[in-house]
């Protein structure tokens, strides 16, 4: 069973908003912090976003500081990421991932070694 399932990406045009989606397959995950990392074709995977287990202390890389928000809805069992004023270079597939409980990922939000539970993605596409 994949622990994390993604929704939510597309074809957009520059400019437009999308709003991913995250739901754990485990209803414990609300425990666990959470984070948004992407692979762009012939790129390493990198950080996007993290969210603490409360839902508060939000994280984002620089490139998209101001433009992306991250969230949780633990009554929903979802985590969502709000992406605004796309760019081409956006485009990439998006994973979620659950820290698990890790406490390294309260030091290094950013590291995806922090992360022990990942889904299988959503494309995102954003043309110019």
């Known amino acids: 069973q994949v622990p994390l399932v993604e929704s939510g990406g597309g074809l957009v045009q520059t400019g437009d908003s999308l709003r991913l989606s995250c739901v754990p397959s485990d209803p414990s995950f609300s425990s666990y912090a959470m984070a948004w990392f992407r692979q762009a074709p012939g790129q390493e995977r990198e950080f996007v976003a993290s969210i603490k287990f409360t839902g508060s202390s939000p994280h984002y890389a620089d490139s998209v500081k101001g433009r992306f928000a991250i969230s949780r809805d633990h009554a929903k069992n979802t985590i969502y990421l709000q992406m605004n004023y796309l760019k081409p270079e956006d485009t990439a597939v998006y994973y979620c991932?659950?820290?698990?409980?890790?406490?390294?990922?309260?030091?290094?939000?950013?590291?995806?070694?922090?992360?022990?539970?990942w889904g299988q993605g959503t494309q995102v596409n954003v043309s110019s």
């Open positions: 991932a659950a820290d698990g409980g890790n406490p390294i990922t309260l030091i290094t939000p950013h590291s995806d070694a922090g992360y022990a539970y």
